[in-house]
């Protein structure tokens, strides 16, 4: 897979913000250098906000995304501040642009995203059209923000490299994660994945987390193997010796566990995932919870994918089917789907969510922090079946 088929979820996320007619999109065209975002001197020109996927020269596969300006007014302008406010969760680097006058949506923003341990670079656009260069406007908001802003002309490409540069010093710890397999296997280990092919399987494709993390162990140069639930005890045998890790779907845990040869451990597509893109700790420790929840729990399950729900359709059907066995016929289960989430939790004792492959991991963990906040435990599918099956301290999850 190269950088050009990178998954937007797996690129690092860098955001424009600020008033209408800051700036943000002549930026956007001259960092990408392309006309990727439309410019004009009429406030309000970008709508929903505007995605652009590139490798950046030292970071790597990113996404740019572009937003409406938080300033935006009248009924369609609250809809478009909503979508901005929504794309900002998303975000790991915020580039916010500055211009004269009062600051002090700026800096609650700022304030907001520093809470979120989300990097923050203060920016002034069009320095070409600026009388003074924009010195003076360089000091208010370094007085301001506490913090000294970039410099930039688009229209000069000015400033783009000092910019590019405070990215890098930006870059969050967590950027990457580590892989997803971890410490959980390395060169030379046999690695078996056991991968199920029900309605949910694209015909002719392996679902993402699976190309994913059979990518990642190829690169790692494990010998990989492949198997159907179903064929597992002839995969098995075929081996000439116990694999050092298996790997399968959450939803055939039941079956594998039992096949699994004491020595092999076991994880799933989800749980690496769940360390991945999550807060596996907390994961594991709100699963732990599962057992207590009363008979008329209520239950929001999470989809990342906006997909029509199939027959035995995981989230949807196997995982409600796997909670009323365990808590009882009484227990309440609701839906939200895609970027589809309550903002108000506090009616809820359990959010239990799906391995969010088609999100970027700062999305999860600001659901993650809601949740935790409004002190709703969080898990997710992997986790919480293994946690229902009785088999959670069998189940491996990567250390770094």
Not at 5 to 15: C, E, K, S, V, Y
Not at 191 to 206: E, H, T, Y
Not at 362 to 389: D, F, H, K, S, W
Request: charged letters at 25%; a neutral charge.
């Amino acid at each position: 897979m190269g950088l050009a088929d990178t998954p937007r979820a797996n690129r690092l996320h860098i955001g424009l913000f600020g008033k209408r007619n800051s700036g943000k999109s002549s930026l956007l065209n001259a960092m990408t250098g392309q006309s990727v975002a439309t410019v004009s001197h009429v406030a309000g020109t970008t709508t929903d906000p505007v995605y652009k996927a590139m490798e950046l020269y030292g970071i790597g596969p990113v996404v740019f995304v572009d937003t409406a300006g938080f300033d935006d007014e009248g009924e369609l302008g609250g809809i478009r501040v909503e979508k901005t406010r929504d794309a900002a969760k998303a975000i790991d680097i915020a580039l916010l642009l500055f211009e004269d006058g009062d600051m002090s949506e700026e800096i609650a923003w700022m304030k907001q995203w520093k809470n979120g341990k989300t990097a923050v670079i203060p920016v002034i656009s069009r320095i070409d059209a600026r009388a003074d260069g924009g010195e003076a406007l360089f000091r208010a908001v370094k007085e301001a923000a506490g913090q000294a802003p970039i410099m930039v002309s688009a229209k000069e490409r000015k400033g783009l490299d000092a910019l590019r540069g405070e990215m890098i010093r930006c870059l969050p710890e967590d950027y990457e994660n580590g892989s997803i397999t971890g410490d959980l296997c390395g060169e030379g280990d046999l690695v078996l994945l056991v991968m199920p092919q029900d309605i949910q399987a694209p015909k002719g494709r392996l679902i993402l987390p699976q190309v994913q993390t059979m990518r990642e162990l190829l690169d790692k140069k494990c010998i990989v193997m492949s198997c159907t639930t179903d064929r597992m005890e002839d995969a098995l045998a075929a081996l000439g010796k116990a694999p050092h890790l298996i790997i399968t779907d959450s939803q055939a845990f039941s079956k594998v566990h039992a096949q699994k040869p004491p020595e092999s451990l076991l994880t799933s597509f989800s749980v690496l995932f769940a360390r991945y893109k999550g807060d596996a700790p907390y994961f594991v420790e709100s699963a732990s919870k599962l057992s207590t929840l009363p008979a008329d729990a209520r239950i929001l399950i999470a989809e990342a994918c906006t997909h029509r729900p199939l027959a035995e359709d995981i989230g949807r059907v196997k995982l409600p089917r796997l909670l009323r066995k365990k808590l009882g016929e009484g227990l309440r289960v609701e839906f939200a789907a895609g970027r589809d989430f309550p903002r108000d939790l506090s009616g809820f004792d359990m959010v239990i969510h799906c391995g969010a492959c088609m999100f970027n991991r700062r999305y999860v963990l600001n659901r993650v922090e809601e949740c935790r906040r409004q002190g709703v435990p969080m898990t997710n599918y992997g986790v919480a079946i293994a946690a229902l099956l009785g088999i959670l301290e069998d189940v491996q999850l990567p250390k770094s």
